[in-house]
């Protein structure tokens, strides 16, 4: 045991085989391919002596690393030539001020007005922080059906002078998602902008549905820090006068996420994470993938007395599964024996209870089966 590296070793072996299956909706599960890397070249990154998080966000080392991050994923969600890719901090609860403040005087710089389609936790609070920048309109809500479906787009009554419409593309806490932006005139000029926090990157994008995509990156891209805005070219440049600089996106944008320090460290974690997806196959593989893991868990509670999801089959999250034990007195137990299983983060939201499993992208369908076996194992012995 004298050779320096068998300590290190045996401890990236022994925490390998601690490793369980993390159903966190965020800060959520990263590929173990992307750690150990991260791990590997923490000390030197490519034989420069300092780790990533050590260098300067000036350096051509590091400049590097944002350029490749930023064309791989452009190149995983086809994002057309005439959007730009921002890197941001403040996450997407930050983004419910700075998306106002840079678009809401888009039509009306006096007048400003946005639409909202409410779907669950996330668009409600999006909606009320947007309401202290201008005029809310709530075109359609799910409220009064406890936010089980999405309202249909025929029932939206969206306004003309909105100088967007604002979704949330899969509620997280709630389990709703939308599997299609609809139609509503975006080529007409309206403008569509999507928190997609929870489900960037599982899925294609439509960019001719979306003209704004935002999310933070904990739940589907790398650690929590980096905020992810796509936004077309044209959008930019309508910032309220008191927006500050570092979330102005056209100065963003001017300065290629550089106007200041941006989280060096978790656009790096990121840039891995979309490496490892491209050797996935890219989204469409991965959204295959997501499809089945969903498939799976969803077929699995239908055909149950004893769980259930209560969600519109037709909306039903492929990231995000709620679900509830037909006996309520049974959830301690099941998650205590949960845990004890390797299957960790399984308690729903408090404002929803229950349990949730967030089944992201780096979610293995082993860890889906492993799930399904253990309910189905702890619904046996309660019977
Ligand atoms: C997690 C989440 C947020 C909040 O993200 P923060 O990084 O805490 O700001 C907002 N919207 C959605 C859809 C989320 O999943």
């Known amino acids: 045991m004298n050779d320096p590296q068998t300590p290190a070793l045996a401890g990236m072996q022994r925490a390998l085989a601690e490793r369980v299956f993390n159903f966190s909706p965020g800060p959520a599960a990263l590929p173990v391919e992307v750690l150990q890397q991260a791990a590997e070249e ?34 995983l969600l086809h994002v057309p030539k005439n959007f730009r890719i921002l890197f941001l901090q403040g996450g997407a609860i930050g983004e419910n001020a700075i998306v106002p403040l840079n678009l809401m005087r888009l039509r009306h710089a006096e007048q400003p007005k946005a639409d909202f389609v409410v779907t669950g936790a996330w668009s409600v609070k999006t909606e009320q922080e ?91 891209i790398g650690p929590a820090g980096v905020t992810i805005v796509i936004v077309r070219e044209d959008l930019l440049g309508h910032a309220h006068p008191l927006c500050p600089s570092a979330f102005n996106w056209r100065l963003v944008a001017e300065h290629g996420s550089m106007y ?19 050797r996935q196959g890219g989204v469409p593989a991965i959204e295959q993938r997501n499809i089945a893991k969903a498939k799976a868990l969803y077929d699995f509670l239908d055909q149950s007395d004893f769980y259930r999801n209560e969600i519109d089959p037709h909306c039903r999250s492929r990231m995000n599964v709620p679900f509830f034990l037909a006996d309520e007195t049974r959830n301690e137990a099941f998650l205590q024996q949960a ?45």
């Open 260 to 278: 200041n320090t941006p989280p060096t460290y978790a656009i790096y974690i990121a840039g891995l994470v979309f490496k490892w997806l491209k």
């Open 130 to 220: 947007t309401r202290r920048y201008g005029e809310v309109n709530i075109a359609a809500s799910s409220a009064d059906r406890k936010f089980t479906e999405i309202p249909a787009v025929t029932d939206w009554k969206l306004s003309d002078d909105a100088a967007y419409v604002h979704l949330c593309t899969n509620e997280t806490i709630g389990g709703v998602e939308f599997h299609e932006i609809p139609d509503i005139g975006q080529d007409q000029g309206r403008v569509v902008v999507a928190d997609a926090s929870s489900h960037i990157l599982s899925r294609p994008v439509d960019w001719s549905r979306v003209q704004v995509m935002y999310g933070g990156a904990q739940k589907n």
């Open 42 to 75: 923490m000390l030197s990154w490519h034989g420069t002596g300092v780790s990533v998080m050590e260098m300067s966000h000036r350096s051509k080392e590091f400049e590097g690393i944002l350029a490749e991050t930023v064309a791989d994923l452009r190149e």
């Open 339 to 383: 845990r004890a299983n390797g299957l960790l983060q399984l308690k729903g939201h408090k404002s929803v209870g229950g349990m949730r499993a967030s089944i992201y992208n780096a979610m293995p369908v082993e860890g889906v089966y492993a799930l399904i076996d253990f309910m189905r194992e702890f619904e046996r012995i309660a019977a």
